[in-house]
């Protein structure tokens, strides 16, 4: 953690906000590309314009959530930022639909995971999102756990 955070969740919730729209972005362009079998920069402007359109709505609709999320007591969470970001991954994803294009083929493991992630956009860890989310992501966690684990022992629970 640096210094010009107190805490994990604030540090974690910073490199969400510079790091959300852009991964959304980036993840929808390199689909569309995949689908149209050219570089992402090939794209009908039509589609370009679509994809940042929806990626900066999807960013604007999940950050507030994940800020909400870490200002929670740890006690009270019942799911995970990543939680969030693979939301919204997949909500994100109704922008390919719309453009008609085809889902990919996805494992047995991938459509029992996420059974709705039909373009593969679901981030499996920090890193999915951003490298710069690895450090403040994995922090946050065990900030977490040892946040529960000490109420717990005051408790007397453990």
């Known amino acids: 953690m640096t210094d010009q955070f107190s805490s994990p969740p604030e540090h974690l919730a910073a490199v969400l906000e510079a790091v ?12 569309a590309a995949r689908h149209h079998q050219c570089d992402p920069d090939r794209l009908a402007p039509d589609l370009r314009e679509a994809i940042a359109a929806h990626a900066r709505r999807q960013a604007a609709e999940v950050l507030p959530q994940i800020t909400g999320l870490l200002a929670t007591d740890v006690d009270a969470q019942r799911h995970n930022p990543l939680a969030l970001l693979r939301s919204a991954a997949i ?18 493991f991938e459509v029992r995971a996420f059974p709705t992630d039909h373009y593969r956009l679901v981030p499996a860890s920090w890193v999915d999102v951003d490298p710069s989310l690895q450090d403040p992501g994995i922090t946050w966690g065990a900030w977490k756990a ?10 007397g629970l453990r």
């Open 20 to 31: 959300v729209e852009p991964w959304l972005h980036r993840s929808l362009l390199r689909a």
């Open 146 to 155: 040892a946040q529960v684990l000490h109420r717990r022992r005051e408790e």
């Open 91 to 108: 909500a994100a994803g109704e922008v390919l639909e719309r453009y008609g294009i085809a889902p990919v083929v996805r494992d047995d």
